[in-house]
């Protein structure tokens, strides 16, 4: 009889169920036997637009170099960030994709006999990275879907070790006013290491939305974590970085791999970052989007979450697997969020105009036809 390696994996391993990405198109186009080119993917809060033309540059320029390891340190890309943000490149670190940021930190301060406090319905990689550890987590119940930040402030005990909380929150697009994070932030210990967030940040218009990187200074505690991924149009490149006070970060460089964001990734973040054109009409096609989702949705007499993401969640107000499945049958890619605690819901990531129309038509269609 052969070994059973489940087993032997550590206990928190064991209880966790792996992270599930938004159906890939090629994946789709082949079961259906489709043209790749009729599939609408709106399921993993991508950039539409395509990348940045810089970006494309930038790692045409820097291919040569592939048999060179890359910039272990990220200089430049650091550089970049540090004078963009005003913050010391010290205060920086890349990962490859912030979930790899989520993941350093974890691993470099949460041990078994730590707590980490994370809320309902927040981003599924914070409980994978909390069981890897073998930490506790401890799943606060969210408020109007988002965080509760009271319950939250309430669920710290002298075990905490870390807090994730994110702004926008994903998959649900809810956001947190600045009062409501200042409030929070005085309420934590300062041994509790905060985690904000922003993947989504550069979405974000309202005056009222808190920047965290305005209380980095004061906060020797918390961590401000962002991507490339989704307003920079990077997501394939795997590219993100945290800032925070530069102990934390030293302590982040000890657990990161020698080189985790590649070469192409530093190049490409780099020329995206130059290009304020593109962020714009990120934006813009972002707004637009929203308003054309919403009429829409509205049209159909279905409710959503009001969100300041790149998304938003649709209540369908019955089980959604079902609608997800025909909707898949029709081309069109959502992502089902159960797993989320959200079993009526589709989260829908806003695409080009043609994009969303399409989406709006097959979910027209598939909920006629029952
Ligand atoms: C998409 C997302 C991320 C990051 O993704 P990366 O591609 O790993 O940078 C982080 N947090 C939230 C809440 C997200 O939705």
Known sequence: MSCDFLALAQPGVQKLSPY??????????????????DIVKLASNENPLGPSPLAIQAIQSALPELTRYPDGNGFTLKQALAERFDVSPAMITLGNGSNDILELITRAFVGPQHEVVFSEHAFAVYPIVTQAVGARAVVVPARNWGHDLEAMAEAITPATRLVFIANPNNPTGTWIGRGELEAFLERVPEEVIVVLDEAYTEYVEDSDMPNGLDYLSGRPNLLVSRTFSKAYGLAALRVGYAMSNPAIADAMNRVRQPFNVNSLALAAAVATLGDVNYLAESRLTNRQGMLQLEEGLQLMGLSWILSRGNFVAVDLGREAAPVFQALLREG??????????????????????RENQRFLEALTKVLASD
Do not use: W
Request: charged share 20%.
């Open 332 to 353: 069109v890619i959502v992502r089902p969020v159960a797993n989320y605690g959200m079993p009526n819901h589709l989260r829908v990531t806003i695409g080009l105009k």
């Open 20 to 37: 599930v990405p938004g159906k890939p198109v090629e994946e789709l186009a082949r079961e259906l036997g489709l043209d790749p080119a």
